[in-house]
């Protein structure tokens, strides 16, 4: 179980780390620069942790899939980026693979 709260921050960081790349201009803004490094780094060490348990396909799909779904919803809530029905409907698909491959995946140990 605990694997999966390390999966849980591995993701809020990746998404925190790359939602602070706009910020970051490129990297020309020390503050947001610095959350984008330490984000990516407590992702991938938090990332590392969760595979010592969880299979690497499984956790990558559901770091990925969660991730691209959180990081659209904040572009959308905090840089008024628009999301239009395809988008929407293609984010969808994202989560509803990664449930397929969670819940009835037998070619992958839970």
Known sequence: MKS???LGIAIVAEVVATSGLK???GFTRLWP???VIGGYAVAFYFLSITL???PVGLAYAIW???G????AFIG?????QTL????VIGMALIISGVVVINVFSKSVAH
């Open 4 to 6: 999966w709260l390390f």
């Open 64 to 66: 990925a899939g969660l």
């Open 84 to 87: 239009d029905a395809a988008s």
């Open 76 to 80: 959308w809530l905090i840089y008024g």
């Open 68 to 71: 691209i779904v959180l990081v």
């Open 33 to 35: 620069s610095l959350l």
């Open 52 to 54: 010592k348990e969880i």
């Open 23 to 25: 910020a970051s201009e």
